[in-house]
């Protein structure tokens, strides 16, 4: 045999294998373009769908602004389904708004946060007003989470389907095409729209939504070398109306150069799609389902159209499913920019991942989450830079607020009336790493409040908090419903307490307490003629476990809040001050007997320290839920105990706890359906009820319920024993009360509506409020 007759036969089979391969290499290229629009660019989703049931995967993609968004997630890896979930799932009224949820904020800022109409940053002793443009931090942070599987690939190239977007540099006035870099940032940028977002830094340029130059950048496509474009484009067509706003005016003028780009660009495509849009614009978010159903039904319009278009480009190609899959990775070092006032240890504490540590999304997620919750930063974005020799570095990018910020906000109601709330709040005022805030009402109930914390220099997770609140309420007193009294408080309260800070839902404290309260009776005929005032002294230690994880102060839907509260009293001192030329008073039958009775000054002093209940200690525990049974539809049960624990006799006067409304003047008042405000205040009680709220519309909530209150006097440790043993409770009182509550967001802030009445007399409680009140919540 020749030994070269096997040439013939091999010389073939690489004719064949070389011929295969140029085939292979000449396979058509399929584009896709998805254009900018706004709220409307959530139709992308259903073209998506359509074409991955017609067979169809393109081979390159190219968006801008929010068709960036849905391209990016489809060229990493994503089904159109799994897109169409993540979507639908999304608060947009909150994801675009620089409103941050109340569970995002740390513990130790809650309580001020989100309860004033207006606030502005003191700068050089000036009012700043701020620009009103969205930051958008909550879309940040949702583009990190889902675009985590993109830190695997070095550049836009090597994803699943190679992906270009578009921004607009400020400085040169030329598109910049996003091809390499950390994704979010790129998509952030390209979606920057002027007038509604803020401009993106990077690289020492500023740039804006690729919108302004190029919405349709199907000339992407094309230099990529498609062979076939599917160009979607959701955009909006040069307005023939004369703008009527501002906003509208500039919105049309940037648009110019890129609508003119348009008919060019929509003649390239070898299928055009332009759902019908007209009746939506780009801030249509609260639209959003019912756009993307018009995107599923263009989607299907085009379904033969895509089918044909498959069929020339050969194997149907298999859609891709990014699934459950997740992705660690380790930190090997952190680098944190734009913090002056924060320190490095304090944010680094707070985020709780060190170089080294490897981390899951979620683990990056939460620990931003801590630093944001500080309250004290615009924004917090990250980069996730792969060195030369493959380790992960972390950049944090941090824009703080100004030092100093100044807050106010109406209020009235039909309890305490009137007024105006203002809250003056300062960074490092009186040391590193603090924050003081100094509130006054404005109001006949004039309140004032100094709180200042100051973090534990070497952990961090703990600070010193010291409070002073004073107060000059004019409190109703009723009996059977009917109003009986107005007592005038002016009281002192101070505290000194440790706190832990490393969680945004709870937190522990424990520290001392003293409190002065000095009361007379304004309206009323049951204190004795010549009686000036009482005062009462308190002084002791407490300790309090409070947690919250609440989505929103005002109209929650979703969290709880529970809080124990243990206080011991040291030392409690009565004074009795009578009037000017009063040297003794008359006690009336109901007081002693059935007999009257003459006490002087210093007979009045012994009764006081016959009164005394010595060393005590008071506990109060309570709770508030709220589950969902549907979206708009949740169930709230709460309940609360309170008990009083000491020595003392049963006649002894102790703190007790104020009962009933819908306020919660201070953190240990206790809200009660069927009572008004304080219409019940007892040393001893017990709480248990369910609510149900229902949303109407976006803004309307409607709350009803039901709650069982008993409540009894004041015993002894020794008493409550020999109670329980012998089984007679013939102090204990109890009601059945229920109502309910009608309450919207205003521009003013909340106003609410409440009915309300009890099993004991069916008398009609009444509650009206709007706005921020100073009181600990309404």
Known sequence: MNKYSFMPRYLISFLLLFSFSLSAQEQPKLGLVLSGGGA???????????????????????????GSIVGGLYAIGYSATEIDSILRSVDWDRVLSNKMPLNYIAFEEKEYYDRYLVEFPVVDRKLKVGTGLIRGQRLSELMHLYFWPALQYDNFDQFPIPFRCVATNVGTGESEIFKDGPLPTALRSSMAIPTAFTAVSRDSSLLVDGGVL???????????????????????????????????????????????????????????IQPELDQYDAA???????????????????????????????????????????????????KIEGNHIFSDDLILKKLQIAPGQTILRHDLQRGLRRVYGINGFKSIDYEIIKAPDGTNN?????????????????????????????????????????????????????????????????????????????GALQIPSYSNGDLRNILISFSHKVHAILMSTQSLKESYAGGIFYENSRSRIRIGSDIPEGLESSIQQNYGF??????????????????????LILNTY??????????????????????????????????????????????????????????????????????????????????????????GGLQRVAIND?????????????????????????????????????NGLAYHPYRSLKQWGEMLTEGDYGALEHTLGMGAEFSWRTFFGPMSIGFSTNSSDWKARYYLGLGFSFNYSD
């Open 40 to 66: 409307k660019g959530l139709a992308h989703v259903g073209v998506l769908k359509a074409m991955e049931e017609a067979g169809l995967r393109p081979d390159f993609i190219a968006g801008t602004s929010m």
């Open 214 to 272: 190029n919405n349709f950048p199907v000339e992407l496509a094309e230099e990529w070398g498609a062979d076939y474009i599917i160009g979607v484009n959701v955009g909006a067509k040069l307005n023939p109306d004369l703008p009527e706003s501002m906003p509208e005016i500039l919105m049309t003028l940037s648009m110019i150069p890129a609508s003119k780009k348009l008919e060019k660009q929509a003649q390239t495509c070898d299928i055009y």
């Open 284 to 334: 249509s978010f609260g639209d959003a389902q019912e756009i993307m159903a018009v995107g599923d039904s263009t989607g299907q319009s085009y379904l033969p159209a895509m089918k044909q278009l498959a069929a020339k480009l050969g194997t149907p190609r298999e859609a891709l499913h990014m699934g459950q899959t997740e992705m660690a990775i380790t930190i090997e070092q952190i």
């Open 394 to 470: 972390l950049h944090l990018r941090l824009l703080e607020k100004e030092q100093n910020y100044f807050y106010a906000g109406l209020h009235a109601d039909n309890i305490f009336s009137a007024g105006l709330s203002i809250n003056f709040t300062s960074r490092n005022l009186l040391g590193e790493e603090s924050r003081s805030v100094f509130a006054l009402d404005l109001s006949k109930n004039p309140r004032f409040r100094f709180d200042h914390y100051q973090y534990l220099q070497q952990y961090k997770r703990w600070a010193f908090n010291f409070r002073y609140d004073y």
């Open 542 to 563: 407490r300790l309090m476990h409070t947690a919250n994880d609440l989505n929103d102060r005002n109209f929650p839907v979703s969290g709880g809040e529970s809080i």
């Open 570 to 659: 040291l030392g409690t001192t009565q004074t009795v001050r009578l009037e000017d030329g009063v040297d003794s008073i008359a006690l009336g039958s109901q007081s002693i007997g059935g007999v009257t009775e003459y006490l002087n000054a210093q007979e009045l002093k012994d009764l006081a320290d016959h009164l005394n209940p010595g060393v005590y200690m008071d506990v109060l525990m309570s709770a508030r839920y709220y589950r969902g049974i549907r979206p708009k539809l949740q169930w709230v049960p709460y309940y609360a105990v309170g008990l009083s624990l000491g020595s003392g006799e049963a006649n002894s006067v102790v703190n007790a706890f104020r009962l």
């Open 670 to 706: 206790v809200r009660v359906l069927g009572i008004q405000f304080g219409e019940v205040v007892s040393p001893n009680f017990a709480l248990i009820g369910l609510q149900v709220q229902e949303i109407f519309w976006e803004d309307f909530y409607l709350r009803y319920g039901i």
